[in-house]
C-alpha cells in the first residue's frame, strides 16, 4: 500500500481563474511526479488544456521537470505563460 502525501498547489494566471481560489491543498499516492498536479486541475477544468505544454513547475521554490517526484508537505507551483506589459 502505497503512502498518502498531502501538498498545497499555489495557484496563478489562468489556473487561479479558473478556480476561483489562489491556492488548493490536494493529497497524492508517493512517488507521483509534479506534472500530475496540472494533470488533475486540466481533469477538472478542461479549460485549461490550452497551457498543459507551456506550464513550469515549481516546488519549494524552485523550478522543476515535469518528472521531479512530489514530496509530503510540497508547495507547489503551476506557472503559465504570462503576458506581461
Not at 9 to 26: D, I, N, R
Request: charged share 20%.
Amino acid at each position: 500500500m502505497s503512502e498518502i502525501i498531502n501538498i498545497t498547489v499555489k495557484l496563478f494566471a489562468a489556473y487561479q481563474e479558473a478556480y476561483g481560489v489562489s491556492e488548493l491543498k490536494w493529497q497524492f499516492p508517493q512517488d507521483t511526479p509534479v506534472k500530475a498536479v496540472c494533470d488533475r486541475a486540466i481533469a477538472e477544468h478542461p479549460e485549461l488544456s490550452q497551457w498543459q505544454d507551456v506550464t513550469r513547475f515549481g516546488i519549494n521554490f524552485n523550478f522543476v521537470a515535469p518528472h521531479t517526484l512530489l514530496q509530503d508537505g510540497d508547495e507547489v507551483v503551476l506557472i503559465p505563460p504570462v503576458s506581461g506589459g
